[in-house]
């Protein structure tokens, strides 16, 4: 009887211990950062990356899951409104695909897959040998192919990626080659930057290493996006860091005016100055690009980024550079870092009218103590037209809203309208080469892909769809009633497994659950960074509460002169002038309605630029 008893002791201890270690990566999430993101359909998928936990301070973990963001909705548990769209963690990811920091995500559209590449190992983590990871979405898994064997091809981290659709094209420009990425590589020797550009044909499984630009300085941690100008199309790289010896030491801040540019049609590369609201040269930032209705001018918005000279300091604003004006526009955000500025998040644009930028590292407060937004899992919406009702950018997200519209600040200065017709569409120093003035006169038409392999049956998808939206986020453990014999032997056995992989994490610096644990940058502030926003309330009716403590500011959003969603009807207002004030609002519930505007609810340090 007293060993039945022991036994049941160690059944029931052992399952309060997995109760304990499971998390949820919803409801326990604090922050998220150095992730990749995609998206397909009415999913944006994120992979990889790290995360803070609630109430584990600044103790990085990675995340091991393949996880969405449902762009269908803003409810989660059944109707709870969070204003944003909420992370459902039910996919298949095994523990051989690798989850790490500094990759990308290239999605196949058409075809459902995404295709994993790049990226750093976490700790001690060794890293693999090169071979390309694909996840099918219809089929919930993951498969990988290796590179042909006449191809050397490396794993780059951090680097400039993106991808043609109707190309099957994904584009790789630059990025940090070192121990983390290369088997091969010497221990802990200093990282080299790439000056390459990778082709991948997703399609066939073919790889091109083709010539960077001319200069042939390594880059990494800048943006790439593509434009339809010109024959086949125009990649657009700026901003992160060159080196022209390749090394980390050499790094230098590149100039956001000077700006990259690939002809894919002649395989050339070209060099244009912009001018305007010239942003401070930045690293590990996101962006993401969108064009006008008539294709008068395409928008790369960017976000956030770390200085190039001081890893301590980040940005907290958005710019919006134009083209083929070249014209930079700051949007929001003063000039200059702030303490609630952060870097390695990232942009994601969703039928060209809103961009859900997610997460980041905040260099001022490395030991989490303040979460960014943990109810919305750290997702915060920029408005591209600007909400005129509610005079904000940063506002709650509205799944039905579709079409771009240009904010009216940038209107003014590139001419036209909301919808496009654009006026002013060559740069203010001139082109730099009399090509680029001919390749941008022409667009590209884009023909309508379709999937080469057959899609699931209607059936099929829409089971999948509504498990996605009702499946909990962490496995439920069951503890029955009445527990038989091998059901206790069970639990002791589960106990005993537990206390084993805990001695194992001791020594590997992992939890019992599933994220690794690794410190990614050490920090010893000289001073504490107060919280400067107010903590966020998912179930906070009305407007939010002003924190008179924290100079009137809310919790960490991309933008502290903007409040950033909070929760169900948030806070869509605008400070007065650079700084100031928030406007109050009188607190009531607002409704959507068909009308745009009312589709939406209510987001330093000078630097040395390298020039050329």
């Not at 209510?602 to 390298?610: D, L």
Request: net charge negative; glycine share 10%; proline share 7%.
């Amino acid at each position: 009887m007293a060993i039945m008893r022991s036994v049941l002791f160690y059944a029931l201890v052992s399952s309060a211990v997995v109760f304990a270690q499971e998390y949820d990566p919803r409801k326990d999430f604090c922050r998220r950062f150095s992730h990749a993101t995609a998206v397909v359909g009415e999913r944006l998928y994120v992979d990889g990356g790290q995360l803070n936990l609630a109430n584990r301070g600044g103790t990085n973990f990675t995340n091991e899951k393949l996880l969405f963001h449902d762009l269908t909705t803003t409810m989660v548990d059944g109707g709870e409104e969070i204003g944003m769209p909420p992370l459902i963690s039910n996919l298949t990811k095994p523990n051989d695909v690798p989850s790490l920091v500094g990759s990308t995500l290239w999605p196949d559209v058409a075809n459902a897959k995404l295709y994993q590449y790049g990226g750093e190992t976490i700790g001690s983590d060794t890293p693999q040998d090169f071979t390309m990871w694909m996840y099918d979405i219809w089929e919930d898994k993951w498969s990988k192919t290796d590179p042909p064997a006449d191809k050397v091809i490396n794993r780059l981290a951090f680097g400039a990626s993106t991808t043609v659709e109707y190309q099957t094209m994904g584009y790789y420009l630059g990025g940090w080659m070192g121990d983390k990425t290369t088997i091969e590589w010497v221990p802990n020797s200093e990282r080299r930057a790439s000056n390459k550009l990778l082709e991948y044909d997703m399609g066939r499984n073919e790889y091109t290493n083709s010539t960077g630009p001319e200069d042939g300085d390594g880059r990494a941690e800048g943006v790439m996006v593509y434009v339809p100008s010109g024959d086949n199309g125009m990649l657009v790289h700026f901003g992160g860091i060159r080196t022209s010896s390749g090394e980390e030491n050499d790094a230098e801040g590149a100039s956001m005016a000077e700006i990259d540019l690939y002809d894919l049609a002649n395989q050339k590369w070209y060099v244009q100055n912009a001018t305007g609201d010239v942003p401070e040269a930045r690293r590990r930032f996101c962006g993401a690009v969108v064009s006008a209705e008539d294709n008068s001018s395409h928008e790369v918005y960017i976000y956030g980024g770390l200085t190039a000279t001081d890893r301590w300091e980040a940005y907290d604003n958005v710019y919006v550079l134009s083209i083929p004006s070249f014209t930079w526009k700051r949007l929001l955000g003063k000039k200059g870092t702030e303490k609630s500025g952060h870097y390695d998040g990232s942009c994601n644009i969703i039928n060209s009218s809103q961009m859900l930028v997610i997460g980041g590292i905040f260099p001022k407060d490395m030991e989490a103590k303040t979460c960014d937004v943990e109810g919305a899992a750290g997702v915060h919406n920029f408005d591209l037209a600007y909400n005129a009702t509610k005079e904000a950018y940063w506002v709650s997200y509205v799944p039905e809203l579709t079409g771009y519209k240009l904010p009216p600040i940038l209107v003014k200065e590139i001419g036209g309208k909301s919808t496009g017709g654009a006026t002013k569409t060559t740069p203010d120093d001139g082109w730099s080469s009399p090509d680029l003035e001919t390749l941008f006169a022409r667009t590209v038409d884009i023909p309508e892909r379709k999937p080469t392999r057959t899609p699931p049956s209607p059936s099929s998808s829409d089971s999948s769809s509504s498990e996605s939206k009702s499946s909990p986020n962490v496995v439920a453990i069951a503890v029955p009633t009445v527990l038989g014999s091998l059901a206790l032997f069970g639990g002791l056995g589960i106990f005993l497994l537990w206390r084993r992989r805990q001695i194992n994490a001791k020594s590997n610096g992992r939890l019992a659950s599933d994220p690794a644990k690794v410190e990614m940058m050490p920090y010893s502030p000289t001073e504490t960074l107060s919280p400067p926003y107010q903590t966020f309330s998912p179930q906070a009716q009305g407007h939010a509460e002003l924190d008179d403590a924290h100079d009137g500011r809310y919790q960490y959003g991309p933008a502290p002169r903007y409040a950033s969603p909070t929760g169900e009807v948030g806070v869509p207002v605008e400070l007065a002038g650079d700084r100031g004030s928030p406007v109050e609002t009188d607190g009531t519930r607002w409704e959507p309605s068909p009308d745009r505007d009312q589709m939406m609810m209510g987001a330093g340090v000078e630097m040395t630029e390298r020039k050329r």
